[in-house]
């Protein structure tokens, strides 16, 4: 004969399992992978250009929704974005491409000076930039790409009326090795390198009247 109280251990132990999960604490929780965190950066290579007497002042740039948020994000079709709450910017967008654009210009020498948004000192001209576009195009599966489209617009001061000098739209649609955030983290920078070339040449252009 089984020993009865053998029997009422037995009984019992489905019932320990179900309270364990239950009683806080004890539950089995489920691991979520950690969030990381990116930057964009685009660094200028080459000698300084024929520097023009104007100063600049490059002002914070804006965004156009949903690309003013430092979630990453994906367009799976035509009509259809995904975001990625795990993989984001370490600032907003908006805030990394104004840095870098204006450390960009000051490397590049087509200023006498480049000013951040808190300087007191006078500018003569003003550039203003729009986030038009910033995610992961992977409607092609086989050739994913970081996209990317600034709108970039240089202003002569004028306390009457600012004069556009340039208003013009850049966009980039790099080609990934992979769907990994890191490359495609990568793939942003060096769109962001290829549209501050254009910005440059397209200012060089322009060195004449910029004074």
């Known amino acids: 004969m ?16 179900v ?29 300084p250009a024929r520097t023009s007497p104007a100063v600049l002042r490059v002002r914070p740039f804006t965004a156009v929704a949903p690309f003013d948020e430092r979630m990453f994000r994906s367009r799976i079709d035509d009509v259809r974005f995904e975001s990625d709450f795990y993989n ?9 491409m104004s840095d870098q654009t204006r450390l960009w210009l000051q490397s590049a020498g087509l200023f006498g000076a480049v000013l951040d948004p808190s300087s007191k000192a ?38 009457a009326s600012p004069e556009i000098v340039l208003d013009k739209t850049y966009r980039q649609a790099v ?3 992979n769907r990994q955030p890191a490359t495609l983290a990568a793939g942003w920078s060096k769109g962001l390198v290829q549209i501050l070339t254009a910005l440059e040449q397209d200012l060089a252009g322009k060195i004449a009247t910029l004074r």
């Open 2 to 17: 089984k020993n009865p109280h053998c029997l009422r251990t037995l009984c019992l132990l489905p019932l320990l399992a």
């Open 122 to 159: 006078e500018a003569t001209h003003i550039l203003e930039g729009s986030v038009n576009a910033l995610y992961a195009d992977l409607r092609d599966v086989a050739a994913p790409k970081a996209v990317m489209e600034l709108r970039l617009l240089l202003l002569k001061d004028s306390s």
């Open 88 to 96: 984001e910017f370490i600032f907003t967008p908006r805030t990394l």
């Open 19 to 47: 309270a364990l999960v239950l009683v806080p604490g004890c539950s089995l929780k489920q691991a979520y992978p950690a969030k990381s965190t990116f930057t964009l950066e685009a660094i200028r290579g080459g000698t």
């Open 175 to 177: 080609t990934l090795e």
